[in-house]
């Protein structure tokens, strides 16, 4: 709890700034929904079979998977908040249609007779009598949709959006559960405020004669107007206020920047604060950062489109996952297939291996090391059927790890569990498997003192680290040719390890720890 | 004025109205009426154009509504419904002030003439200006819905089934209403329900629907004495009549074969025929028209010495008499309990055309009752 209060100390100016931008994207998004959906909602009442055809898509829309609508979104329209706009939008929209066709359309259907037989043109009768009396449903529509809104913006972080989900997509990739509450208590207390107070307003704006006739106190037709205006007042600046800022915010963005990508783990923002440090201190080049990136699914696309300019990744994911190349477990020869397929495919430029290797290992304690006398993988595969493994799913399942070390050598663990994130931690420290798997540079395996079994029959593929760059960068800033490859070759595995423990462990910046590196080479 | 001139009216290939030819004159209250899905409502409809003109044509004080703008329509007409169509959410000022704002009175006006109409329905404007329709009784609305219509002072006024809904005795009130407010302002009333009483008591003409056509149009008496056809007759009641004693005459009921004497025969001529008809009195009459001159009574004759005496001075005018138009009501609230015999029926010259007898208004009144208790159910 101490801890947690600490954090919240510590990073409570960034919580802020990550709860405007929250609340920025969430009205831009109601808003948006609120003028499509309502417009949507009043045009289809006039045709019952369009109307189901509407709702239809709208509820079909709301039951894609939030995740991969945004990995869909992003080779369309890049990454950031535009794709997470339009997710939100897309799940925002259903309650606001669906609430302003069953507004109007509830509306007793001899109330409209009467009100065309008096003479009421088609347009005051939807001024008149049709939007106030479906105003409390429409009302009840944006709430919802505002509530639900809050929540999906959380996701939007995956694409790059930022807002609270930043913080919570942060505390999940580094195994900390203070951060991810950290983004999900505001996040919480943000949607019980946004439905509290829309609450009040679509009370206030629920016309008097359509409450209980015992409930029902007069005011006078001006103050009723007065009352009514002042909270569509208050929920119109809720909305349009924020979405403003946000725009302006977005049409002001230079776009004559260098963008730097990152994905969303502590390694990947270290690398990213180091390259954008460099450039800052070695160029005049401005330099945007363009974090918490949710894996290839969205830094390839993103980098084709020109949202980001460089992100670095790892030979053995860009090869079977990008480029579709074979199982290869030479690291010299993938390198060199990865550079040119990338070019070729792409026209991106690959550096040099910045040093580092991050692929898999397997660990064991210190004490299981000594009681089975174990050092390398080799050692193991003999041991393996009196050793319980317990590793992540992707180890479990992915054709070139467990299934292949089955397959091709025959290993047969006593026993199997599919252990996510610090549980696997846990798990062997509190001796309920024996073996686990982890990457190289994982700050946790420093922590918790496990030893790497060495790779002595070239198994695993490798995972060298590299950052791939947008083919016309070197074009627009060629003084980056000098700069970038500066870090070619200079971070081992073991001081990746250490920057990475010094963040998620230590609890510094991935900026300090940047910064720390860059001096202790002299590079800046 | 309105004329209907063969309008028509299909829904899919269902006809529901053919060739309705009619006029309704200004002023007058013309309540439609028949069973339901007839075409009364779709009928009333096509007046405002709330149902559109399908076939034939329809003149509104000589012109044409295919030449008037649905809303320009609509706006001189009045319009009630069920329940007074008011508007939910607005108060009983501002439903009608909203019609008021429509036509376009000017707006300082506005506040006086809802205030206007509303005591014109004997709502009290201080009361219920403020109120809102969930806050009124069933016959509260639908004075408020009347007041609306009134409002705008159009000459036309379509009523659909405005009263349905509410308890008898309020539904009274309002037809005395509705209907002292249409001769006061001399406003046409065009009036759709599915109560024979209701149409007896409020129509000046009632137009009986029979699957899209005119059954009968006429007088309610009229229409209750003759009905056009037997659905008329079925959809009226045989019994109708009699439940309207305004509306039965002396001459519906008399007996025309009514024994009577001439002045100038004698007292014995005179005895002989009561004796033979076992009756104590005698109607005479004078000359070929049988002009109504007296009553003789059998007691006054018992003491006659003289047999072959005239029986001019035996005469009496002890006797009430009843014009031949008079109604059963009056009829009922004119007769002596307590004489016995008979009750002349004369015209306006005093001839005499009949007779009643208290055993055949007693008559006539049971078999009414009699009805009642075996047809009623029909009702």
Redesign the interface.
């Known amino acids: 709890m101490s801890e947690f209060l600490t954090q919240f100390m510590e990073r409570r100016g960034e919580l802020l700034e990550l709860t405007i931008e929250h609340m920025e994207m969430t009205s831009l998004a109601v808003l948006a929904s609120l003028i499509v959906g309502g417009l949507i909602g009043i045009a289809i009442t006039k045709n019952d079979k369009a109307a189901a055809i509407v709702i239809g898509i709208a509820n079909l829309m709301q039951s894609i998977p939030s995740i991969g609508l945004l990995a869909f979104m992003v080779p369309f329209v890049g990454i950031g908040q535009k794709p997470a706009i339009i997710m939100v939008v897309i799940y925002a929209l259903l309650p606001i249609i669906k609430n302003t066709y069953t507004g109007i359309t509830g509306i007793d259907p001899?109330?409209l007779?009467?009100?065309?037989?008096?003479?009421?043109?088609k347009t005051?009768q939807l001024l008149?009598?049709q939007l106030?009396?479906a105003l409390p449903f429409i009302m009840a529509g944006i709430r919802i949709s505002a509530v639900t809104a809050v929540g999906t913006v959380t996701i939007a972080a995956f694409a790059g959006a930022g807002g609270l989900g930043w913080m919570i997509n942060m505390g999940l990739n580094a195994n900390d559960a203070n951060l991810v509450l950290l983004g999900a208590i505001p996040a919480c207390l943000l949607a019980l405020a946004v439905d509290f107070v829309l609450g009040k307003v679509e009370k206030a704006i629920t016309?008097?004669?359509?409450?209980?006739?015992d409930k029902?106190v007069?005011m006078p037709?001006r103050k009723r107007l007065v009352r009514q205006a002042v909270a569509l007042a208050l929920c119109a600046v809720l909305l349009i206020v924020p979405s403003v800022s946000s725009l302006v915010r977005s049409l002001s963005k230079d776009e004559n920047r260098l963008l730097v990508g990152a994905q969303n783990f502590t390694e990947g923002m270290i690398l990213g604060d180091i390259y954008v440090e460099l450039i800052e201190t070695r160029t005049d080049i401005p330099v945007e950062r363009v974090y918490n990136l949710n894996g290839l699914m969205i830094t390839m696309p993103a980098l084709e489109n020109g949202s980001i300019d460089m992100v670095t990744d790892y030979t053995g994911m860009l090869a079977p996952q990008v480029l579709h190349l074979p199982m290869d477990t030479n690291p010299e020869r993938v390198y060199e297939n990865v550079r040119t397929g990338m070019k070729e495919q792409f026209g991106f430029e690959v550096s040099e291996p910045l040093g580092f290797s991050n692929t898999y290992v397997l660990a064991v304690t210190e004490e299981t090391a000594r009681t089975y006398g174990l050092t390398t993988l080799s050692q193991l595969v003999q041991q393996a059927p009196s050793l319980r493994l317990g590793a992540t799913t992707s180890f479990l399942i992915r054709e070139d790890l467990l299934p292949k070390l089955k397959a091709e050598h025959g290993v047969q663990f006593k026993e199997e569990r599919g252990l996510d994130g610090n549980v696997r931690y846990q798990a062997i420290l509190s001796g309920e498997v024996e073996v686990t798997d982890a990457y190289e540079t994982d700050a946790l395996l420093m922590k918790s003192g496990l030893h790497c079994l060495e790779d002595d029959m070239e198994f695993f593929p490798p995972y060298q680290c590299v950052n791939v760059i947008r083919g016309d960068v070197y074009e627009r800033y060629p003084e980056l040719r000098e700069v970038l490859p500066l870090l070619d070759n200079a971070i081992s595995t073991e001081e990746m390890r250490e920057m990475n423990y010094k963040v998620d462990v230590e609890g510094m910046t991935t900026q300090e720890v940047a910064h720390e590196f860059l001096v202790e080479k002299g590079l800046v | 004025m309105i004329e209907f001139r063969n309008v028509s009216q299909s829904y899919k290939d269902h006809k529901v109205l053919t060739d309705i030819n009619m006029t309704i004159q200004s002023g007058e209250f013309v309540v439609l009426i028949g069973s339901s899905g007839c075409g009364k409502t779709t009928l009333l409809k096509t007046i405002?154009k709330?149902t559109s003109l399908a076939g034939g044509d329809l003149l509104i004080d000589g012109v044409s509504i295919r030449d008037i703008p649905d809303?320009?329509?609509?706006?001189r007409i009045g319009?009630v419904?069920?329940?007074g169509?008011?508007?939910?959410?607005?108060?009983v000022e501002?439903n009608i002030s909203?019609?008021l704002e429509?036509?376009g009175m000017p707006s300082e006006k506005i506040p006086a003439r809802v205030d206007e109409v509303l005591e014109m329905v004997n709502l009290d404007p201080d009361t219920f200006r403020?109120?809102?329709?969930?806050?009124l009784s069933g016959g509260q609305k639908q004075r408020v819905g009347v007041a609306?219509a009134f409002s705008a002072n159009p000459d036309i006024i379509?009523m659909d089934e405005p009263f349905s809904a509410l308890d008898p005795v309020t539904r009274g009130e309002l037809q005395n209403e509705v209907v002292k407010l249409q001769k006061r302002f001399h406003k046409t009333i065009v009036f759709v329900t599915h109560d024979m009483d209701e149409a007896i008591k409020m129509a000046d003409r009632i137009c009986i629907i029979q699957n899209g056509q005119i059954a009968q149009f006429d007088r309610p008496e009229e229409i209750l004495k003759r009905p056009a056809n037997a659905y008329v007759e079925e959809f009226v009641g045989k019994n109708r009549l009699w439940g309207n004693p305004a509306y039965i005459h002396a001459e519906d009921i008399m007996k025309k074969a009514v024994i009577h004497i001439s002045k100038n025969r004698t007292v014995l001529q005179a005895l002989q025929i009561m004796r033979h008809n076992t009756v104590d009195s005698l109607l005479v009459t004078s000359g070929r028209e049988h002009r109504l001159e007296g009553i003789i009574w059998l007691k006054n004759l018992q003491e006659v010495k003289d047999y072959s005496a005239s029986l001019e001075e035996y005469i009496t005018q002890d006797y009430i008499s009843v014009y031949a138009d008079t109604s059963l009501q009056e009829i009922i609230d004119t007769v002596d309990y307590d004489a016995s015999g008979i009750i002349p029926v004369v015209n306006h010259e005093n001839e005499l055309l009949g007779g009643l007898t208290k055993s055949g208004l007693l008559a006539t009144l049971s078999k009414r009752y009699r009805r009642d208790s075996t047809e009623g159910v029909e009702e």
């Open positions: 001899k109330l007779e009467a009100a065309s037989g008096i003479g009421l043109s005051q008149r009598i106030p009396l016309p008097e004669g359509l409450k209980p006739a029902i007069y037709r | 405002n709330l809303i320009a329509l609509r706006r319009y419904i069920q329940d169509g008011l508007f939910p959410h607005l108060t501002e909203l019609l429509t036509v403020n109120s809102f329709p969930a806050q609306r379509l």
